[in-house]
């Protein structure tokens, strides 16, 4: 295979990724609940470009799987099987099989057994025939008309052609000119007779025991009738549509030439308490309660699949009326159901116009997206960088008058809008990381027999793309060891008083320069004594040890443990956690973890979010400039005499309004013991929040500034630095260090780990 | 690297640090600057002077006689900083002074023996040279010995991970 072809494959692969995400999400949504024609449109349109894209590189299984789920999805889509939960469930299923059949083809695991899921797939579509294609096999129905006019692609383009010709709306054929009938009602055709109009009105429950009410109107076509009228009156809103029932009524124009009583034979086997009125005139108030509607019966299809269960037909609606051809020769009318065709050429524009409008939803489903070389963006952003940092030169060069006179503020405004587009480009919702949470959830479950729910929050928060890739692996261990040790088994759960079901809950959030990724579980905690029982035999931890229930937690983390009883398919290994650990700090980042006995457990990966732009408050320190994320920023207090007071010989409080606060001197904590000298008075001690001690005073010199700045980090060319968030550029060129507050003041933060040594003065 | 250059010849660059001449290999060589003191890192061995700003990334320098064990360079009007790319990672070592760029030939390097560096094991070879401006400067007719650097062996995280 060549390169180039390998290319193309590579994007269809991340298309499949994406179309796989697409379905998910829908699948999900239809999962809880969400049936509207655009969620399974949505998944359909993703399987279905992963069948074509499948197909067009020669996977074969993926592509025969893949058909066959969409035939399933396409008959949902058409309203032909109802979405109901079972149906879903199987969805969801195929859906699991598909993302395997695309890793397959990616060559990246074996071909899945699909035949169970393929089977669940047929009986659906089997079941549909049985149970729910009422108007098949109706004897009741009087008209011969095919059912399959009815069962075609809502759209039903089909028709159109079949039937136009002999009954075009100007019925020129049948009639016999009368120069008495000139009628103002008939102004465009003058040598029309007086035609029938009938009124159906189909009730509620016309659809009921295989009823069609479709039928009937084609039976009138069959006569030469023509729709002049739809009436939507009792059309609810699509959340309120309940698909089984009949909400449309017709006014038809039927040629006057028909004898009455074929008409009435028409009805024979209507549904009781429908509305049928057959008059030889033009009835003024129903016109004025229908649409006319100039195309011919025959493009009928679009309005028709209304009592045919089919929300995706309605979802329509409201597109085709935003379509402005849609209102060109005809008065527009608002509630113009039909694409309304121009007189002349009766029936062709139909099509068209349906095509633009389904044009136009893809456009609002799928935004449009471009494919950037990722190096591309990254050197994007390192420019944009470097313009924020010589933007900031010059506000440091020139005074504030002449920043005005050559405009400098609004070229600042202008660089950091670039700026922050250019960081929205690498930015991506965790929700991609997230994604895969779901499914590999409901393996889980299936493997150990466990009920989880999964709660997720705060999958919006925007992370760098670099960030969000590195997770992954992290993310599946922390949702496996959840499932595995965590949540108990149901009958455990009932005994313990908890509902059979446990909850995994995955949330998100960013503070300051870090991004917090929790997975909590309610299930048994960890059991330290077991836990310490396994360290001590496993030679991690001496016999004698004193542990900290906390130091105990994170045993969990340490290489080669593992207190699964028996080694399961899903952890066990002794690998989980410890791998965890050692991506998220080999990301900049650390894990926490608080576990509650018989409560649950919660585990934190704490992410720098790097390559991000930083609000913080610039301070000197000895000298030398830091910057502490504005964000952990409370207040700042000038000291007064004796309101910092010693504790211990190290240990210092702030009194703040009745309270005290520990106070920690930056300048010791760094190793300037230099600095020792300054008074607190001659300092400033500015309040932190910290997630893990609470509100913290750190001691400074002074305060510089307050800006915006770039992060640079360390371990690019160095190491992470516990205690620093990285580095940035400041406007003169020099560089500040970025404090981490969280590491710097937080509980698990000894002092010692920073030697008196290494700064070089 | 001049295409003239055969195959088995390679450009190094010489610098003193302290009594000794040492050479590095032309192509990690980024640039060669003027120190600018660094902004000190809290929590790094001694040897880590700080960091600096290498046109918007921030790369760390190093004391390169403080991370061979000796007693740190004193800074003066010709002290530099070698940047160099070492496995992808950018680092700047401080040298007393930098003497100049010869060419050698690979077959000219010794292997090195039990130099009296702190470390043995960053010297990758020895090589003699007769640049005119190192032999002036070390009062020496007949050719100067050049203690090639390993700078893989000096790779800054590696040290790091065992001091962390």
Request: with cysteine; aromatic share 4%.
């Amino acid at each position: 295979m060549s390169d180039d072809l390998d290319d193309i494959q590579a994007i269809f692969f991340e298309e499949c990724a994406e179309g796989l995400a697409t379905a998910e999400a829908g699948l999900s949504a239809m999962a809880d609940g969400d049936v509207s024609a655009g969620v399974i449109a949505g998944v359909f349109r993703a399987v279905h470009s992963i069948k074509g894209g499948a197909g067009a590189f020669g996977h074969a299984a993926l592509t025969a799987f893949s058909h066959r789920f969409e035939n399933v999805l396409d008959e949902v889509r058409a309203g032909r099987i109802a979405p109901t939960p079972g149906v879903t469930r199987v969805m969801l299923t195929a859906f699991d099989v598909l993302a395997d059949h695309v890793a397959a083809a990616q060559g990246t695991s074996p071909l899945p057994a699909d035949a169970a899921v393929a089977a669940a797939l047929d009986q659906v579509l089997a079941d549909r025939g049985v149970a729910e294609a009422a108007p098949a096999p109706v004897a009741a129905a009087p008209a011969p008309a095919p059912v399959a006019v009815v069962e075609d692609d809502p759209f039903g383009f089909e028709p159109v052609t079949a039937s136009v010709e002999p009954f075009d709306p100007f019925g020129f054929e049948p009639v016999t000119v009368t120069l008495d009938l000139l009628d103002d009602a008939q102004p465009v055709v003058a040598d029309a007779p007086l035609p029938w109009t009938v009124t159906f009105v189909p009730s509620d429950a016309a659809l009921a025991n295989g009823g069609e009410p479709m039928l009937i109107v084609r039976e009138l076509e069959m006569l030469g009738g023509t729709i002049t009228g739809v009436d939507l009156s009792r059309l609810p809103s699509l959340r309120d549509l309940e698909p089984e029932h009949a909400y449309l009524g017709w006014t038809i124009s039927v040629p006057g030439t028909v004898e009455e009583s074929a008409i009435g034979d028409c009805f024979d086997f209507v549904a009781p308490e429908s509305i049928v009125d057959i008059v030889r005139e033009i009835s003024p108030d129903i016109v004025s309660t229908a649409t006319p509607i100039a195309a011919p019966l025959a493009v009928a299809p679009v309005p028709a699949p209304a009592p045919v269960p089919a929300p995706v037909a309605l979802a329509e609606v409201p597109t085709l009326i935003a379509t402005p051809i849609a209102a060109a020769p005809v008065p527009p009318m608002p509630a113009a159901v039909a694409p309304v065709a121009p007189p002349p050429p009766p029936v062709r524009p139909a099509p068209v116009r349906v095509d633009e409008a389904e044009v136009q939803r893809t456009h609002e489903v799928a935004a449009q997206t471009i494919r950037v070389d990722l190096t591309k963006l990254d050197m994007l952003l390192n420019l944009v960088g470097e313009l924020v940092i010589r933007g900031s030169i010059l506000a440091d060069r020139l005074s504030p008058k002449d920043q005005e006179r050559v405009e400098l503020p609004q070229l600042s405004r202008l660089t950091r809008e670039i700026q922050d587009t250019v960081m929205s480009l690498r930015a991506q919702p965790i929700k991609q990381a997230f994604s895969r949470v779901p499914r590999m959830l409901r393996d889980l479950s299936a493997e150990t027999g466990k009920q989880v729910t999964l709660e997720t929050t705060g999958e919006t928060t925007e992370v760098d793309k670099g960030v969000i890739e590195k997770i992954g692996d992290p993310l599946t261990h922390m949702i496996r060891n959840a499932v595995d040790h965590g949540i108990e088994s149901p009958e455990k759960r009932l005994a313990a008083g908890k509902p059979a079901q446990g909850t995994i809950k995955l949330s998100a959030e960013q503070k300051g320069a870090r991004i917090f990724v929790r997975v909590a579980d309610d299930g048994g905690g960890i059991d330290r004594a077991r836990v310490r029982a396994k360290a001590v035999e496993k030679g991690i931890v001496a016999p004698d040890a004193v542990l900290t229930d906390e130091e105990i937690d994170q045993l969990i983390c340490a290489p080669g443990f593992s207190t699964a009883e028996t080694i399961s398919n899903i952890s066990g290994r002794g690998v989980g956690m410890d791998v965890v650990r050692s991506n998220v700090e080999a990301l900049g980042g650390r894990v926490e973890i608080a576990s509650t006995p018989g409560k649950g457990t919660t585990f934190t990966m704490v992410l720098p979010l790097t390559l991000a732009i930083l609000e913080g408050m610039i301070v000197r320190l000895a000298g030398q400039r830091f910057v502490l994320p504005l964000a952990n920023v409370i207040e700042t207090v000038q000291p007064e005499p004796g309101q910092v007071r010693p504790t211990t010989t190290t240990g210092e409080v702030i009194e703040l309004r009745g309270n005290y606060l520990p106070v920690r001197r930056l300048t010791r904590t760094f190793g300037f013991a230099d600095n020792d000298a300054r008074t607190p008075e001659e300092s400033l001690v500015i309040i932190v929040e910290s997630e893990t001690a609470g509100h913290v005073g750190l001691m400074v010199d002074t305060i510089d500034d307050r800006r915006e700045v770039v992060i640079k980090s360390l371990d690019q060319n160095l190491h992470p630095i516990r205690g620093l968030g990285g580095a940035t550029i400041l406007g003169d060129g020099s560089i500040a260090l970025i404090l981490d507050i969280e590491a710097l003041v937080g509980p698990s933060a000894p002092l010692n780990r920073y030697p008196q040594k290494g700064l070089a003065a | 690297m001049s295409s003239t250059q055969a195959s088995d010849e390679r450009k190094i660059v010489t610098f003193s640090l302290g009594e000794q001449i040492f050479g590095i290999d032309m192509a990690s060589l980024i640039e060669i600057r003027e120190w600018d003191e660094p902004t000190p890192l809290p929590g790094v061995p001694s040897y880590i002077k700080g960091v600096t700003n290498l046109r918007g990334t921030v790369v760390p320098v190093v004391g390169l006689a403080e991370r061979l064990g000796w007693t740190p360079s004193v800074i003066h009007a010709r002290s530099c900083i070698l940047v160099v790319n070492v496995d992808g990672k950018q680092a700047g070592f401080l040298v007393d002074e930098v003497a100049d760029i010869v060419l050698i030939k690979d077959s000219e390097i010794r292997p090195a023996p039990d130099v009296e560096v702190g470390e043995p094991s960053v010297i990758a070879g020895l090589v003699k040279t007769t640049s005119r401006t190192i032999e002036a400067a070390q009062g020496s007719t007949d050719g100067i010995m050049v203690l090639l650097l390993d700078l893989d062996a000096l790779a800054l995280t590696r040290q790091l991970d065992l001091a962390a």
